[in-house]
């Protein structure tokens, strides 16, 4: 069969979320630290001969091209892709995870969906000029508030510090196999709340805050920056304590920028958590719901998924992924 076949790696945040997002990321620079997970969206391209066909296993709906109606993210992708050229075959969107939770799911989709239209027209890219694309796609043809850290994260892949500033991004990446990464590794949990949500509508307030000339926001937001910097030492080191510590800092901040980051329902889950055996947990994403990422104590990551999955039936253990996006097949 004529298909081809591209994947994205969704991304967990350990600190610096926010800081990427511009204002402020123009104006001071950002530094986020994150990683790609062995969980992202499959994107399947069918060529035939008929009118381009859409469909989503997690969006539950499928449309035709010629469909003349506002679907929503669903039809801006039907015309992106008739936009490039592309008007007959079918595409498939398979996602790991709900949409909306909190783990760059929509980056993922359009870097996949992306690499598809680079296939079908020959156009060389690399996982830089890839990402660039992909935020102003997602920021300025599907009208998505969001930070620079999803697409390239997920173009590039890996555990990484990133530092962005109006056009430089630079990208340290921190060495899978160290001991204390594997040990890192083997100590994380993501706990699904059973909620999305649209992150845009939570980031909006940090943007319009962001843009005063001076305000407690944008401090904040500088100390969130530090202590993402201090995660990375952290981590070379091999000071997983103070990397955890840094990383519960990390998520006080981020709701002293926007309280509504949290709700009752997540306070909930990180205090059951802290008390069954975590030693550090923040919500990722936006905020309000998603997944909330945990770390286990050393030798505890039994005792807290068992004690986590009494709260949501969607506990689960995670590896990171080294490679970004990628075509899966081509044939």
């Known amino acids: 069969m004529d298909r081809v076949i591209s994947y994205s790696p969704f991304r967990i945040s350990f600190g610096g979320g926010g800081t990427d997002i511009n204002p402020f990321c123009d104006r001071f620079g950002s530094a986020v630290l994150n990683a790609t997970i062995d969980r992202g ?3 399947t391209y069918t060529r035939d001969p008929y009118e381009l066909e859409i469909s989503s296993r997690d969006f539950l709906k499928s449309f035709l091209v010629s469909s003349s109606d506002d679907r929503g993210v669903l039809n801006g992708i039907l015309e992106l892709f008739r936009k490039n050229g592309v008007d007959r075959g079918r595409l498939t969107i398979n996602s ?7 783990l760059g799911s929509s980056s993922a989709l359009i870097n996949a969906l992306l690499l598809i239209l680079k296939k079908e ?3 060389t890219y690399d996982s830089y000029s890839l990402a660039k694309e992909a935020y102003e796609l997602e920021s300025g043809y599907f009208g998505i508030t969001l930070g620079k850290q999803d697409p390239y994260a997920i173009s590039i892949g890996g555990l990484k510090i990133m530092q962005f500033k109006r056009d430089d991004v630079s990208c340290s990446m921190i060495n899978h196999d160290m001991e204390t990464i594997r040990d890192l590794e083997g100590r994380i949990l993501l706990v699904y709340t059973g909620n999305t949500r649209e992150s845009s509508n939570v980031l909006r307030s940090q943007v319009e ?3 005063r000339e001076e305000n407690p926001v944008n401090r904040t937001l500088l100390e969130i920056k530090d202590t993402a910097l201090r995660m990375g030492d952290a ?3 091999g000071d997983l304590e103070t990397f955890s510590s840094l990383m519960n800092d990390g998520w006080h901040l981020k709701k002293k920028v926007n309280p509504d980051v949290s709700n009752a329902k997540i306070e909930d889950i990180i205090a059951r ?7 550090a ?3 990722m994403g936006g905020g309000k719901e998603g997944f909330v990422l945990l770390i286990a104590r050393p030798g505890k990551v039994e ?4 004690a986590m999955m009494q709260v949501s039936e969607f506990t689960i253990r995670i590896s990171f992924d080294e490679k970004g996006t990628r075509l899966v097949h081509d044939f």
């Open 41 to 43: 969206v499959t994107v």
């Open 96 to 102: 790991g995870v709900p949409p909306g939770s909190g």
């Open 121 to 123: 027209s020959g156009e």
């Open 209 to 211: 805050l962001s843009a």
């Open 235 to 237: 981590l070379a080191s």
């Open 273 to 279: 958590a802290m008390s069954n055996g975590a030693e």
């Open 281 to 283: 947990a923040r919500l």
């Open 303 to 306: 005792t807290l998924q068992k």
